[in-house]
């Protein structure tokens, strides 16, 4: 404990000078703004930004790409509540709700209470990493196959909580994101399938592309069907900032988030995406009446934004504790670091503590620079929203393109894009859920692969997922939960489907 | 005080004496410049993501190159099907104009040799420079049932008890090649666990989820000064000079067939002007020769291939090494 | 009948991908093949077709007539233009025409304003991402 509290001190010596602030800063601002442009996520702020920090000292330069990752999270919810269109995402989560609440006039309840929530997950996932990162570590390097596997299971039945609407329609989407992750190369023995000859379709099918097309393109289609209204949303804007009300609705989800986020940034796959959609469907199961949701319940935008910014300092602790990246924005920062001649391994936080404590204590003050920043943003953004539709469409579908050209630099993901976004606007017209195609799309490809190698590596096959104690638990809980939940629904709708 | 004025002033016409007698790479390269190029950034291409082993090799390449040329450089990684789908644009899309400098792996030969189908071939790329080059590790764990053993002591026992000393393997690359020769070799058999990258079977070692695993120098580096990992041997011609007590495969097993790195070098799509080719090829010589890149290059635990840093005829020397690994796909009947 | 149509789809859909997915292989001797997980999603969207197929509840789904068709077409076509051309033609140009076809059949503005608004927006962009953050986006024969 104490040593924990002198190295956040020596931390926060090298952090408090004005250079190294200042970069914080910055990189608080870039990331908000990156997070606010649809399509442009965090990934691709990093790697255009990544030259930039050559010319920096090696923890100025961290500092900022970190900054940049979850002050990314911040921005992200911000085009989620107003237009419906998630920023990056790991906000597609923050449409279903947030975005109601700005139809209704809350837009700046639900901006507020994302800020906020974004603040004390990320102060919290701080704490966390603070006092336990390398005790975390050892344990997270310990989950192996065969705990993915039954993570990614838990992951699904989850989803099957979230469906709005018809549950065999939301299997379908389910079934169909499966298929979708399985194009591109089998990561189990490297054969092509589902390519057909094409070389773009072995690069498999970009997440991003998949994710602008299905919420924000189609967004923009059914938008300017009924282009009869100027703005947005009618005259009125109830009240800037969340409620007495709100705040009681709000601070467990928040909470919740928090925890549930930080572990699903612990381990591969996924991240912040994984974790919002994971909160989501958690505030949706416990919630008294989970049929508000989608309605604008403030739970739904508070636990999501929450989860997604604690995923961010869990995500770091493998990869500065060990050096082992659990997604592909810390992989990038590992190579930032690697060009700065910095190997970070087992022994990196005891042979370069000014490095680990400096970041550490930069999340700290990056957080409250975050929230003095976005608060007040709240304010301008929800004034964004008296542009009239049809200035503002152009130039969101002209970032929309940009955005998922920066992922792979590849046209054909344009292509992409356009096609989910047609099939998002027909099949959001027949009552289909989309989100479950997403996430299910997100953990495909771990859980075919995490499957495959336990049953490779066991001795005994099958066996291995009952024999550690870590996987034989997530399954039972699995199992459980797909028993109450098909009790439930089957009451519910008095039969399925 | 007046003699130390003295020595300074001859310390400085020293100095600048010795400067003037070697011709600046500044000023010889500034000669090969083409009249009207660059007169935009140059791109060099990446097949991989960003912060990756090639990625990093290049952007650091960039900085250096950048420097020596004065001309802005941008770093685009072009990723997806594990390198597939940049080697396709490359090879078959990107723009002969000089303004795109792919910064390549050797893992392009068996794209072309093996997924390609004959839709573009690696010749359609001219090597321009050799950049550094990698050799594959085994690496074992320091506690579990095989700690302590050698290469032989590992693959005797993977002999008398086959299918129990699981390998950490990428699928579809020399991870998995290297496998065929020694079970060949040996008789042994190994299990394969297959994982996306030489990085992640390393975190499976650490985490007791595999027995060995594969990978380049800076991916376990880490991990052996924190003692964790030990290296078992390299597929290289000859020991590493930052692991002298490692031996290589071919001592080990008597052999000279196990021979699995990674060359990086610099290409340009085929039909690039020869005077902006030229141009290129010199700019990022040039920056090879820089000692602080070679430093950089040297801590990042790469290593440099005297047949091809000194090759008179570097796509020549390119070729026969390809010619190898096609030899092998021949005869493992992976290619007709 | 759309929705009816549709779930047709599905099932002839996921039954071709099983077909596909089977001849890549379900099981080997190391567990399941390249085909097992395709093969099982493609016989559940097979198979919530039939069941949505037999279901007597359709949603009649409210497809856009006259103005609103236009303005969606407008907007897919738009966005054709912009996958098709712009490796030939580049970003700048490419994203200033489809501007144009957008603000013409959205939004019917003057060409006067479609052209000083698409310039705008094509601009910034082009200034936002290509200058100052340093993407390489395509270019087009002259450069840019």
Same mark, same amino acid.
């Given at each position: 404990?104490?040593?924990?509290?002198?190295?956040?001190?020596?931390?926060?010596?090298?952090?408090?000078?004005?250079?190294?602030?200042?970069?914080?800063?910055?990189? *608080?601002?870039?990331?908000?703004?990156?997070?606010?442009? /649809?399509? !442009?996520?965090?990934?691709?702020?990093?790697?255009?930004?990544?030259?930039? %920090?050559?010319?920096?000292?090696?923890?100025?330069?961290?500092?900022?790409?970190?900054?940049?990752?979850?002050?990314?999270?911040?921005?992200?919810?911000?085009?989620?509540?107003?237009?419906? $269109?998630?920023?990056? +995402?790991?906000?597609?989560?923050?449409?279903?709700?947030?975005?109601?609440?700005?139809?209704?006039?809350?837009?700046? /309840?639900?901006?507020?209470? +994302?800020?906020?929530?974004?603040?004390?997950?990320?102060?919290?996932?701080?704490?966390?990493?603070?006092?336990?990162?390398?005790?975390?570590?050892?344990? #997270? $390097?310990?989950?192996?196959?065969?705990?993915?596997?039954?993570?990614?299971?838990?992951?699904?039945?989850? %989803?099957?909580?979230? $469906? =709005?609407?018809?549950?065999?329609?939301?299997?379908?989407?389910?079934?169909?994101?499966?298929?979708?992750? #399985?194009?591109?190369?089998?990561? !189990?023995?490297?054969?092509?399938?589902? %390519?057909?000859?094409?070389?773009?379709? =072995?690069?498999?099918?970009?997440?991003?592309?998949?994710?602008?097309?299905?919420?924000?393109?189609?967004?923009?289609? *059914?938008?300017?069907?009924?282009?009869?209204?100027?703005?947005?949303?009618?005259?009125?804007?109830?009240?800037?900032?969340? *409620?007495?009300?709100?705040?009681?609705?709000?601070?467990? /989800?928040?909470?919740?988030?928090?925890?549930?986020?930080?572990?699903?940034?612990?381990?591969?796959?996924?991240?912040?995406?994984?974790?919002?959609?994971? =909160?989501?469907?958690?505030?949706?199961?416990?919630?008294?009446?989970?049929?508000?949701?989608?309605?604008?319940?403030?739970?739904?935008?508070?636990?999501?934004?929450?989860?997604?910014?604690?995923?961010?300092?869990?995500?770091?602790?493998?990869?500065?504790?060990?050096?082992?990246?659990?997604? /592909?924005?810390? +992989?990038?920062?590992?190579?930032?670091?690697?060009?700065?001649?910095?190997?970070?391994?087992?022994?990196?936080?005891?042979?370069?503590p000014d490095l680990f404590w400096g970041i550490v204590a930069s999340m700290y003050i990056g957080n409250v620079f975050l929230l003095l920043l976005n608060l007040p943003l709240v304010g301008l953004w929800v004034q964004f929203l008296r542009i009239p539709y049809r200035v503002m469409f152009p130039v969101v579908l002209l970032l929309c393109v940009v955005g998922t050209y920066s992922a792979n630099k590849n046209v054909f993901d344009l292509w992409v894009m356009l096609g989910f976004g047609v099939a998002g606007y027909v099949l959001r017209k027949l009552e289909y859920d989309l989100a479950p195609f997403v996430i299910a799309f997100v953990l495909a490809p771990l859980l075919e692969q995490s499957l495959r190698q336990s049953l490779v590596m066991s001795p005994d096959g099958a066996m291995i997922l009952i024999k550690r104690p870590v996987t034989a638990l997530l399954l039972a809980v699995s199992v459980v939960l797909t028993f109450l939940m098909f009790r439930r629904r089957t009451k519910s709708e008095g039969g399925l489907p | 005080m007046k003699w130390a004025g003295i020595s300074y002033a001859l310390v400085i016409a020293l100095l600048s004496t010795s400067a003037g007698a070697q011709s600046d790479p500044k000023a010889e390269l500034a000669k090969l410049k083409p009249k009207d190029f660059p007169t935009q950034p140059i791109e060099f291409t990446v097949v991989y993501p960003a912060g990756g082993g090639m990625d990093v090799s290049a952007r650091l390449l960039a900085k250096h190159v950048e420097n020596w040329s004065g001309d802005r450089i941008i770093v685009n990684n072009r990723t997806g099907g594990a390198g597939m789908v940049g080697h396709s644009y490359l090879a078959t899309q990107a723009k002969p104009d000089g303004y795109t400098v792919g910064v390549i792996a050797s893992l392009l030969w068996g794209d072309a040799m093996l997924r390609a189908q004959g839709r573009w071939s690696f010749t359609d790329l001219e090597p321009i420079a050799y950049v550094n080059s990698d050799a594959l590790i085994w690496v074992g764990s320091t506690d579990g049932p095989y700690k302590g053993m050698s290469i032989k002591d590992v693959v005797n026992a993977a002999k008398d008890k086959p299918n129990t000393i699981r390998v950490a393997?990428?699928?579809? *690359?020399?991870?998995?090649?290297?496998?065929?020769?020694?079970?060949?070799?040996?008789?042994?058999?190994?299990?394969?666990?297959?994982?996306?990258?030489?990085?992640?079977?390393? %975190?499976?070692?650490?985490?007791?989820?595999?027995?060995?695993?594969?990978?380049?120098?800076?991916?376990?580096?880490?991990?052996?000064?924190?003692?964790?990992?030990?290296?078992?041997?390299?597929?290289? #011609?000859?020991?590493?000079?930052?692991?002298?007590?490692?031996?290589?495969?071919?001592?080990a097993f008597g052999s000279n067939e196990y021979l699995w790195q990674l060359v990086r070098y610099a290409v340009v799509p085929k039909g690039t002007p020869p005077d902006r080719k030229a141009y290129l090829a010199a700019a990022v010589q040039t920056a090879m020769k820089d000692p602080e890149l070679i430093a950089e290059y040297r801590k990042q635990g790469v290593f440099f291939d005297p047949k091809l840093e000194n090759s008179k005829n570097l796509a020549a020397d390119l070729n026969a090494y390809a010619e190898v690994e096609r030899q092998f796909y021949v005869k493992t009947g992976r290619l007709k | 009948m759309f929705e009816r149509t549709l779930n047709v789809f599905w099932i002839v859909f996921g039954a071709a991908s099983a077909v596909y997915a089977w001849s890549l292989g379900m099981v080997g001797p190391a567990g399941p093949e390249s085909g097992l997980f395709p093969f099982i999603a493609s016989i559940i969207v097979s198979g919530a077709g039939i069941v949505l197929l037999l279901r007597r509840a359709v949603v009649a789904p409210d497809f856009p007539r006259g103005g609103g068709l236009w303005r969606v077409l407008g907007v897919i076509l738009g966005l054709m233009v912009m996958a098709a051309e712009m490796p030939y033609l580049g970003f700048s140009v490419t994203s200033f025409i489809t501007m144009i076809i957008l603000l013409r059949t959205v939004d019917r503005s003057s060409w006067l304003s479609a052209i000083a608004l698409a310039f705008v927006s094509t601009a910034s962009v082009f200034w936002l991402f290509g200058q100052i953050l340093g993407m390489a986006l395509p270019r087009g024969p002259w450069g840019w």
């Open positions: 404990m104490m040593e924990a509290l002198n190295g956040l001190l020596t931390g926060f010596a090298v952090i408090l000078t004005p250079s190294n602030l200042y970069l914080c800063f910055l990189g *608080s601002l870039i990331g908000t703004l990156v997070g606010v442009l /649809p399509g !442009v996520g965090p990934l691709a702020a990093l790697a255009l930004l990544l030259p930039v %920090t050559f010319t920096l000292s090696p923890i100025g330069g961290l500092v900022m790409l970190a900054s940049i990752f979850y002050g990314a999270m911040y921005g992200g919810s911000t085009t989620s509540i107003l237009l419906n $269109i998630p920023g990056e +995402a790991a906000s597609v989560v923050t449409c279903f709700d947030g975005h109601q609440m700005a139809r209704q006039g809350r837009a700046g /309840p639900a901006l507020g209470i +994302a800020a906020i929530g974004s603040f004390i997950a990320g102060t919290l996932g701080v704490v966390i990493m603070t006092f336990f990162a390398p005790a975390i570590a050892a344990v #997270a $390097i310990r989950f192996g196959p065969p705990e993915n596997f039954s993570l990614m299971v838990l992951g699904l039945v989850c %989803t099957l909580f979230m $469906i =709005s609407g018809s549950t065999i329609k939301g299997v379908l989407m389910m079934a169909l994101g499966f298929l979708t992750a #399985a194009v591109g190369l089998d990561v !189990v023995n490297g054969r092509e399938r589902y %390519t057909f000859g094409s070389v773009d379709l =072995s690069g498999g099918v970009e997440l991003l592309a998949v994710v602008i097309g299905l919420f924000g393109i189609a967004e923009i289609l *059914s938008n300017v069907e009924t282009m009869a209204k100027s703005t947005l949303l009618a005259d009125r804007i109830r009240g800037l900032w969340p *409620s007495l009300a709100d705040w009681r609705a709000s601070w467990r /989800p928040i909470l919740r988030g928090s925890g549930l986020g930080f572990v699903l940034g612990l381990v591969p796959g996924g991240g912040p995406v994984t974790a919002a959609f994971m =909160s989501y469907a958690l505030e949706k199961r416990i919630a008294a009446q989970p049929d508000r949701f989608g309605k604008g319940a403030i739970e739904g935008v508070a636990g999501p934004e929450s989860a997604n910014n604690s995923a961010v300092a869990g995500s770091l602790i493998p990869v500065l504790s060990l050096g082992i990246p659990s997604n /592909p924005v810390t +992989a990038l920062l590992l190579g930032a670091l690697i060009i700065q001649g910095i190997q970070p391994g087992p022994l990196f936080i005891a042979q370069r | 393997i990428v699928p579809g *690359s020399m991870w998995e090649y290297i496998l065929d020769q020694i079970e060949a070799n040996s008789g042994a058999k190994f299990l394969r666990v297959p994982f996306q990258g030489g990085g992640a079977g390393i %975190t499976a070692l650490i985490g007791g989820n595999v027995d060995i695993a594969q990978g380049f120098f800076s991916e376990f580096r880490g991990y052996l000064e924190g003692s964790k990992v030990t290296p078992l041997a390299v597929a290289a #011609a000859g020991r590493m000079d930052f692991l002298k007590d490692m031996p290589t495969f071919n001592e | -």
